[in-house]
Every structure is written in C-alpha cells, then in structure tokens.
Nanobody, 114 residues
C-alpha cells in the first residue's frame, strides 16, 4: 500500500504561481511513476505531468513551458511547480503513484482567478 498526501493548492490570480507537493509513504520501493492529474467540474480527470523513477518526464501539451514536475527520491516526494497560471488550470489536482497498482491522493484545489 502507498499513501499519498498532497499540499500546496490555493487561490491565485492569473499569471501567478503555485507549487504542489505530494509525499509518499508505505510501500514506496515499488513506485515507478509518480505524477499529477487534474479534474475540473464536469470534465474527465486528465494527466498533467508525470515523472519516472529514472527522471523521465511527460507533460500534457497545454502546460508545457509553464509547469515543471520534479521528484526527490530521498524524500519520496514529487513536486509540481506551476507558473503563468491560467483560469483554465482551475481544477482539483490529484497526486498519483503507480506500482503494480494505482494510488491516489485526496486532491487539492487549485483556483485561478481572471
């Protein structure tokens, strides 16, 4: 079992920045991919960014150049630095970890005002 605890969401004006953190605990040695998904009202959950244990990253097109995912293996933590935020980035952001199973955090609200 893997437990994920997120922090760092909040309300910010368009053009501002936020940093999300996700700390993993439990059976962390089996984690190969960690990432962030988001879900806006009445929309499906979508991948925002992911990073493998080897450091390879993947971003959805709309956040490239604005968001940066990083992973501190020593702290079992993954971060999402979000810059130049737009109102369309407003969503609940979920941390995700994959072993042989998928694990999810409880979600943190990010609201970007115009």
């Amino acid at each position: 079992q893997v437990q994920l605890v997120e922090s760092g969401g909040g309300l910010v004006q368009a053009g501002g920045s936020l940093r999300l953190s996700c700390a993993a605990s439990g059976s962390i040695f089996g984690i190969n991919v960690m990432g962030w998904y988001r879900q806006a009202p009445r929309k499906q959950r979508e991948l925002v960014a992911a990073v493998t244990s080897g450091g390879n990253t993947n971003y959805r097109e709309s956040v490239k150049g604005r968001f940066t995912i990083s992973r501190d293996n020593a702290k079992n933590t993954v971060y999402l630095q979000m810059n130049s935020l737009k109102p369309e980035d407003t969503a609940v952001y979920y941390c995700h970890a994959r072993t042989r199973d998928d694990y999810w955090g409880q979600g943190t609200q990010v609201t970007v005002s115009s």
